[in-house]
């Protein structure tokens, strides 16, 4: 249990620093983005300048028809400006929700790989059952303070695989199959057994509970997954 607790809290610290340093590499790089956008952007004024560099050097505009061409130019110039404000201000939205979008995508993306390093975690060392209460009357087991309500025939199974458990032995699913109805383990279908198993897997519910709760031992059979001290039947 101790050593479950360490790897899980180093998990927890390696994916802290994958999130601290995620974050801050998707700042740095649309941070950089950002400063290479606004300095390269063409200045607001420089239509204006050329249009004021033009009048300049142009003593000889006089008539009204080219003064007035001259305003119109300017006029040109400012609207220009306001709308390459307006973009700057489009660019910069666009990268706060860029950044909004990157930042969340890595924080679900750790969260994910934490999640499936946890249940692996769970799958190699199995569940830590303090209590396992068997009640045939009530029909229902109880798991760590949990209840889970069963048919009688799931009581049946979930019976005979603690009876096993406390003695040490893995059943097949034609032993399974023969202490349930009577009969001789060779004159029972190992598939009739194994249909028994997937039964009490159903009733449980949880599929993370019912598939590390009765475990399948390849080419052996099944068998709880918990102390045998911690069972008790009423």
Do not use: H, W
């Not at 949880?206 to 709760?213: A, D, G």
């Amino acid at each position: 249990m101790p050593e479950t607790i360490s790897s899980a809290t180093d998990s927890l610290r390696a994916g802290n620093r994958v999130v601290a340093g995620g974050i801050a590499a998707i700042v740095l790089i649309l941070l950089a983005a950002a400063v290479f956008l606004f300095v390269n952007l063409p200045d607001g004024n420089a239509f204006n300048a050329r249009v004021e560099r033009i009048f300049v050097e142009n003593d000889r505009i006089t008539t009204g028809a080219e003064i007035r061409l001259l305003e119109i130019l300017a006029q040109s110039g400012t609207s220009f400006s306001e709308v390459l404000t307006s973009y700057r201000m489009v660019i910069f939205v666009l990268l706060v929700f860029a950044t909004a979008l990157l930042l969340a995508a890595l924080v679900f993306l750790v969260t994910i790989v934490t999640l499936n390093r946890r249940i692996s975690a769970i799958q190699r060392s199995g569940i830590q059952v303090a209590s396992l209460l068997i009640s045939r009357e009530a029909r229902a087991v109880y798991i760590n303070d949990m209840e889970f309500s069963l048919t009688e025939a799931a009581i049946e199974t979930l019976s005979v695989l603690a009876e096993a458990r406390m003695d040490d032995e893995v059943l097949t699913g034609a032993q399974i199959e023969g202490v349930i109805s009577g009969r001789n383990a060779v004159d029972c279908d190992e598939a009739a057994g194994a249909t028994r198993v997937k039964r009490l897997r159903d009733a449980l519910g949880n599929q993370l509970v019912s598939e590390l709760l009765v475990k399948t031992i390849a080419r052996r059979g099944y068998m709880l997954a918990v102390g045998k001290d911690v069972i008790r039947m009423k």
